[in-house]
């Protein structure tokens, strides 16, 4: 779905039902486009429209084939499709593991390229995160990813542009059940259902097993609870259009 498309969805729904939750400054999802080279979301992503009962199940810091390859298993057993942000350096390592996320219909998107924090670094250095990871997705697949998400979420609004160079939006999360921590898979399954709510954006890692052994109730009972699932773009639309 094209911006403008998306935009216009939001203003037939009933403003009620949406409740932006958004990092930093507040947005107005109503306001037009302005006449500059990128429409640009001046906030960061957190979660997506509030209407419908539709979710979106994100994957960090992978690929890793055991765990990623898990996960791919039960997603493609239940039909979801999720999004996977990927760090440069494990595409570098594993690019048939990227080709099959993405030939599962799986969006692909930019974690940097080496997993460091971002916001206090020079910007050539934070450049060159962006642009590494960027280049790596595209020549393992063909994909220009569209969304990135800072390691740790560690980015300041003054880096936006940064990303905007590159065609990216920033995409943070609403839902953090802090899996990388291993507190057990059903401690993770439960932190998710108890927490999710339709526009959530579920931040979980592939290269845990606990993880993706928590994969499976994760999706079951999403399911049972009647949520379907969307991609960042599918969620969002294209996050910055050419004017
Ligand atoms: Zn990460």
Redesign the pocket.
Known sequence: MKRSQFLKLLAASSASLFIPRLYGEEVDPFSPPKAVEYETNRAFTTAGPGFGRRLCITF??GPNPSTTHMVLEELKKREVKATFFLVGKNVDAFPDSVKKIRDEGHELAN?SYS?PALKNMPEEKVRTEIFRCQESIEKASGVKAVWFRP??GSFSQKQQPISTDYHLSVALWSLDPLDWKKPGSSIVTQRVLSQSNPGSIILL?DIHKQTAEAVPAILDGLLERDYTFATMSEFLGDPLISL
């Open positions: 960090d810091d974690h997993h390691p740790y890692h």
